[in-house]
């Protein structure tokens, strides 16, 4: 019943931004924390950022500074706005929400490329 749409990724040039977002079916407060996760070719997937129903954010340390995550309630969605993408920041960007009990919930993992 649950499910996730992502919209957003690309090909962006290095130093410039892009913007993913991720909409719920149901109220994005049904769960305890929403984000990304990312994983390019060869590495293993990792922690990109997260949000709480509360407001409050967590970033990896490579991003910290350069990407921002929000979430609009009245549209069950929550953004990510990177900036100053690096050609690293190429990656899948699967967008993660995590209920208080259930499993996780994932969106469909856009592709982002940052050329040099």
């Known amino acids: 019943q649950v499910h996730l749409v992502e919209s957003g990724g690309g090909l962006v040039q290095a130093g410039g931004s892009l913007r993913l977002s991720c909409a719920a079916s149901i109220n994005i407060f049904r769960f305890d924390y929403m984000g990304w996760y990312r994983q390019a070719p060869g590495k293993e997937r990792e922690f990109v950022a997260r949000?709480?129903?509360?407001?409050?954010?967590d970033y990896a340390g490579s991003v910290k500074g350069r990407f921002t995550i929000s979430r609009d309630s009245a549209k069950n969605t929550v953004s990510l706005h990177m900036n100053s993408l690096r050609s690293e920041d190429t990656a899948a960007y699967y967008c993660n929400f995590h209920p208080c009990t259930g499993v996780d919930f994932w969106g469909q993992g856009p592709q982002v490329t940052v050329s040099s």
């Open positions: 949000i709480t129903t509360s407001g409050s954010t």
